[in-house]
């Protein structure tokens, strides 16, 4: 077992038309499936698109950090 830790940070972009807190779930949920060893996130933008006058739908910028592995 290592005592330290490579990490590789990805920028990915997640929306939802319920909610800010809803598109990061998204966002996360799609990146997991292809990339392995999430750790942690850091949202970097919060936007929305409007219809009518009302949200339409969030939209998140998120800079993701995952552990690169040992072969």
Do not use: P
Not at 2 to 20: A, L, P
């Amino acid at each position: 077992m290592s005592d330290h830790h490579v990490y590789k940070k990805v920028e990915i972009v997640g929306s939802s038309r319920k909610s800010i807190e809803n598109a990061i779930e998204n966002a996360l949920e799609e990146c997991s499936k292809s990339i392995r060893n999430l750790e942690w996130f850091e949202v970097l933008e919060t936007r929305g698109h409007i219809e009518d006058g009302r949200v339409g739908h969030y939209q998140v910028v998120l800079k993701v950090g995952f552990r690169i592995m040992n072969s």
